[in-house]
Nanobody, 128 residues
């Protein structure tokens, strides 16, 4: 079965950290740019961070710059999102998506696009 699976979400206090993982099953991530997106209750999905196939290009939403870091390990077929200094406004369901033939800027700017693969999402809740 070809799918993306997110993991690593949970409940964390403000100022805490989480690392999300996006693992591919049934296909290799080498050929795809990967994006992390999130959707909070009552809000539209937004782009958080995207990374190119090689990992050489990344982009971040202004709201997470300096706090989140995206990376990929193609040998493990996994992309990560390290989230530090978490804030209550980071609370959302986080999704990863995979697409070929796109730039990281274009991918993160189009959170509602029907990318080739989408994961099922992982809940992140930041609360004291």
């Amino acid at each position: 079965q070809l799918q993306l699976v997110e993991s690593g979400g949970g409940l964390v206090q403000p100022g805490g950290s989480l690392r999300l993982s996006c693992a591919a099953s049934g296909f290799t991530l080498d050929y795809y740019a990967i994006g992390w997106f999130r959707q909070a209750p009552g809000k539209e999905r937004e782009g958080v961070s995207c990374i190119s196939r090689s990992g050489g290009a990344t982009t971040y939403a202004d709201s997470v710059k300096g706090r989140f870091t995206i990376s990929r390990d193609n040998a493990k077929n996994t992309v990560y999102l390290q989230m530090n200094s978490l804030k209550p406004e980071d609370t959302a369901v986080y999704y990863c998506a995979a697409e070929s033939g796109t730039t990281v800027q274009a991918m993160c700017a189009a959170p509602l696009y029907e990318y080739h693969y989408w994961g099922q999402g992982t809940q992140v809740t930041v609360s004291s």
